[in-house]
């Protein structure tokens, strides 16, 4: 099973305030860790939303908001793609991760292309990715 691990949004990250040295090295051992059992397949953080825009879809038409977006439980500083054998596999794993400044994150499972059944046209059932376009090579 594949998880989407999100880390919140902070007052600190959306003002741009850089993790301690000590931090990153325990991240970084983490993640480490992570990979060397076979977990990890992505790990990024994000800059704060005052980089960022958002896209909103609407009777056909789409508008844009550019950050700096309120501080609200939907902001996200960071993520991480794992894969476990179970959800609770995946909350062991997090539990462990190094942070203690009331940071927070949200497990999500990620949708396989079974999930799609029969919705699935037969040219995406057909890859492992589904319709994921591919990762360009840099």
């Known amino acids: 099973m ?3 691990v999100i880390v ?3 007052k600190d990250s959306e003002a741009g305030v850089m993790p301690s040295t000590e931090l990153l090295t325990a991240m970084g051992k983490f993640n ?6 076979g977990l ?3 790990g990024e953080g994000l800059h704060p939303t005052s980089r960022g825009a958002r896209v909103k879809y609407s009777g056909g038409q789409s508008s844009v908001s550019r950050g700096p977006f309120d501080l609200s ?3 996200v500083a960071g993520f991480w793609l794992i894969k ?5 596999e995946a909350i062991d794993w997090m539990k462990r991760a190094p942070f203690d400044g009331g940071e927070e994150i949200e497990i999500r499972q990620v949708f396989s292309p079974e999930d799609f059944g029969e919705a699935l046209t037969p ?3 057909r ?3 589904g319709c994921a376009p591919k990762r360009r090579r840099k």
């Not at 480490?32 to 059992?37: D, H, I, N, V, Y």
């Open 8 to 10: 919140k949004a902070s």
């Open 123 to 125: 040219n995406c059932a």
């Open 127 to 129: 890859t492992k990715r």
């Open 2 to 4: 594949r998880f989407m």
């Open 84 to 88: 476990t054998k179970s959800l609770e």
């Open 40 to 42: 990890m397949e992505a």
């Open 73 to 75: 439980g939907d902001l």
């Open 32 to 37: 480490e860790e992570m990979a060397a059992a």
